[in-house]
């Protein structure tokens, strides 16, 4: 069995020569001396610089894409862009479901959803920087502070014009307030009594006019308000018109200013008699509408 062996790896290193003569002449062109084992070494060799080329083109060039079954770069590019693109509008998206949310709330006489106005917000922090383990020392004459100025920018818009410089100065951007109904106010802007808007009663079948130009985004009926209508405005403003008697505009339909809107009833089961309850909101907060129209 040695012998045998032996002689394999003799024969594995045998010399032969190869050599290469003209057809016709028989002159020799080119000889090599080779055995098996040189053959061997060639062949691997040559075998695993080919797969290093290859690997090197499909890494560092172009030529890759020919590949079939390979992604093209641009192709991933779109997809990643894409992928960012449907993630804002998704964000989007959401924060205009909690703003309509509040729009809705507020046209059927509810408190808007305060903490959810910021939910969006919140939840796109979250991948952003841990800031659990930081500790806020807050004075006791910071809270009152903030307390103070909270109150006063939720309920006091109707004494100090100081208090709604943001208020007035968009006011004056979207151009003049138009007189939803010409008539006599009943009833005052009261927040602490939660009445967040003015009573006006007027002529039987006189038409509601918008006060300025905008879209209806939201015309409906509900038990306390009857039939109600909201138009959203440039500036962030938000006028709502309650108790009519018939709707003359749908969701969705641009109003401009003056343009009739409704006809002035007394529906809804908190209705005292033929009036208009008119409304005027700013970034989700009751404003005096006396503050900005003549009435």
């Given at each position: 069995?040695?012998?045998?062996?032996?002689k394999?790896y003799q024969?594995f290193r045998?010399?032969?020569r190869?050599v290469?003569?003209?057809?016709?002449?028989?002159e020799?062109?080119?000889s090599?001396?080779?055995s098996?084992?040189?053959?061997f070494?060639?062949?691997v060799?040559?075998s695993?610089?080919?797969?290093?080329i290859?690997?090197?083109i499909?890494?560092?060039?172009s030529l890759?894409?020919?590949?079939p079954?390979?992604?093209?770069v641009?192709?991933?590019?779109k997809?990643?862009?894409?992928?960012?693109?449907?993630d804002?509008?998704e964000?989007?998206f959401a924060?205009?479901q909690?703003?309509?949310?509040?729009i809705?709330?507020?046209?059927?006489?509810?408190d808007f959803?305060?903490d959810?106005?910021?939910?969006?917000?919140?939840s796109?922090?979250?991948s952003?920087?841990r800031?659990?383990?930081?500790?806020?020392k807050?004075?006791?004459?910071d809270?009152?502070l903030r307390l103070?100025?909270?109150?006063?920018?939720?309920?006091?818009?109707i004494?100090?014009p100081?208090l709604?410089?943001?208020?007035r100065?968009r006011?004056i951007?979207v151009s003049?307030?138009?007189?939803?109904?010409?008539?006599?106010?009943?009833?005052?802007?009261d927040?602490?009594?939660?009445h967040f808007?003015v009573d006006?009663?007027?002529r039987?079948n006189e038409a509601?006019?918008?006060t300025l130009e905008?879209?209806?985004?939201?015309?409906?009926?509900?038990l306390d308000?009857?039939y109600v209508?909201?138009?959203?405005?440039a500036?962030?403003f938000?006028?709502v018109y309650?108790h009519?008697?018939?709707?003359?505009?749908?969701?969705?339909?641009?109003v401009?200013a003056g343009?009739?809107v409704?006809?002035?009833?007394?529906?809804?089961?908190?209705?005292?008699g033929?009036?208009?309850?008119?409304e005027?909101w700013?970034?989700?907060?009751?404003?005096?509408?006396?503050?900005?129209?003549?009435?």
């Amino acid at each position: 069995m040695k012998n045998k062996k032996e002689k394999w790896y003799q024969k594995f290193r045998d010399k032969y020569r190869l050599v290469i003569f003209h057809d016709e002449t028989f002159e020799e062109k080119i000889s090599f001396r080779l055995s098996r084992l040189n053959v061997f070494v060639a062949v691997v060799s040559l075998s695993v610089f080919l797969i290093v080329i290859t690997g090197y083109i499909i890494a560092f060039t172009s030529l890759r894409e020919y590949i079939p079954g390979y992604t093209d770069v641009n192709l991933n590019r779109k997809v990643y862009n894409l992928e960012l693109t449907a993630d804002s509008l998704e964000q989007v998206f959401a924060q205009k479901q909690l703003y309509f949310s509040n729009i809705k709330r507020i046209v059927e006489g509810y408190d808007f959803a305060d903490d959810s106005i910021n939910a969006v917000k919140q939840s796109q922090m979250i991948s952003g920087p841990r800031t659990d383990s930081l500790r806020w020392k807050r004075s006791a004459e910071d809270s009152l502070l903030r307390l103070e100025f909270e109150n006063l920018e939720r309920y006091n818009l109707i004494t100090d014009p100081g208090l709604i410089p943001e208020a007035r100065r968009r006011a004056i951007a979207v151009s003049s307030f138009f007189l939803p109904l010409k008539g006599t106010i009943t009833n005052r802007f009261d927040p602490v009594q939660k009445h967040f808007g003015v009573d006006i009663v007027a002529r039987t079948n006189e038409a509601i006019k918008a006060t300025l130009e905008g879209t209806v985004v939201y015309a409906d009926w509900t038990l306390d308000k009857g039939y109600v209508i909201g138009i959203q405005h440039a500036g962030n403003f938000f006028s709502v018109y309650k108790h009519n008697s018939v709707l003359l505009k749908r969701e969705g339909d641009f109003v401009r200013a003056g343009e009739p809107v409704a006809i002035i009833g007394e529906s809804g089961e908190l209705s005292t008699g033929p009036h208009l309850h008119f409304e005027l909101w700013h970034n989700t907060t009751p404003v005096n509408p006396e503050e900005f129209i003549a009435f």
